[in-house]
């Protein structure tokens, strides 16, 4: 069964980093676009990061916007979300995911990923 992996994730204070990282050892993500949702205790899943196939177009959810960075490296069959300037509103778990549904195109909503990893939790403490 295809899956997709995560890691980075861990406690930091509040201003610090995070790199997270997916990964997929049956499932070629080049010909995929990418995305990063994230759940807190409590509330629904959100968008967070999405970038397409080649890395040419991304999209970001407001409350992430010029804190966070989504890329990928197609010859490492990885993408990335770095995280920066990190909040206690950022503490839920980040999950990766894979759209194969126009790949040139990034994804705001789940529904449109096929493929998800289990998530990685991230804590960001005050």
């Known amino acids: 069964q295809v899956q997709l992996v995560e890691s980075g994730g861990g406690l930091v204070q509040a201003g610090g980093s995070l790199r997270l990282s997916c990964t997929a050892s049956?499932?070629?993500?080049?010909?995929?676009?990418m995305g990063w949702f994230r759940q807190a205790p409590g509330k629904e899943r959100e968008f967070v990061a999405s970038?397409?196939?080649?890395?040419?177009?991304?999209a970001y959810a407001d409350s992430v916007k010029g804190r966070f960075t989504i890329s990928r490296d197609n010859a490492k069959n990885t993408a990335y979300l770095q995280m920066n300037s990190l909040k206690p509103e950022d503490t839920a778990v980040y999950s990766c995911?894979?759209?194969?549904?126009?790949?040139?195109?990034?994804?705001?909503?789940?529904?449109?990923?096929?493929?998800w990893g289990k998530g990685t939790q991230v804590t960001v403490s005050s």
């Open positions: 049956e499932l070629p993500l080049y010909l995929y676009a």
């Open positions: 970038i397409n196939w080649d890395g040419r177009s991304n």
């Open positions: 995911a894979a759209k194969s549904k126009y790949p040139q195109n990034v994804g705001r909503t789940d529904g449109e990923y096929d493929y």
